[in-house]
């Protein structure tokens, strides 16, 4: 038996690559969807407020804006649909939120302070999870959504139509 433990380590998993999108789209859309459901949960105006808070202009539409691109964005992104753009509202977002509010928290997303009987304690979050978010997108608008995708299906389509019009 022959047994290569270098191919073992550095082979990926037997699914086609194309594949590799589903995951990244899901976790990404959903968290989206999340965030901007959360805003709205509570109220678009106390996400306006916040947003007056720290200096941001026209903080109402913006708050509706932001609501509007999470939500939106995170299903175009679940489903696959135009990825590249809903990924670029998205970016900004996420670009917007770092530099606004968790660039002065620092890298890390989990700053735990203290533990005691109620459970762990932590501070505010850095932009640790904003990045890994745009890494995300960039690695969907690099790589495509996959095959099982909206957009998927569309350039299937336009294949097969562009390879009809060459037959004739």
Avoid at 80 to 108: K, Q
Avoid at 149 to 156: A, F, P, V, Y
């Amino acid at each position: 038996m022959n047994f290569d433990i270098v191919k073992l380590c550095t082979t990926p998993l037997p699914f086609p690559n194309a594949w590799y999108g589903l995951p990244l789209r899901l976790i990404i859309g959903f968290g989206f969807v999340e965030h901007g459901s959360a805003k709205l949960a509570r109220g678009w105006e106390n996400f306006a407020d916040i947003l007056h808070a720290i200096g941001m202009p026209f903080s109402g539409f913006l708050a509706l804006a932001t609501i509007a691109v999470e939500v939106v964005g995170g299903v175009m992104i679940m489903l696959g649909a135009f990825v590249p753009v809903a990924a670029i509202p998205m970016g900004i977002v996420l670009l917007v939120a770092i530099v606004t509010v968790h660039l002065p928290n620092g890298f890390s997303s989990i700053k735990l302070q203290s533990f005691d009987a109620s459970g762990a304690h932590f501070g505010q979050p850095g932009y640790e999870t904003d990045l890994l978010y745009l890494a995300g997108l960039v690695a969907l608008c690099i790589g495509g959504a996959g095959p099982l995708s909206i957009d998927g299906l569309l350039q299937k389509r336009r294949r097969k139509s562009k390879s009809g019009r060459q037959a004739e």
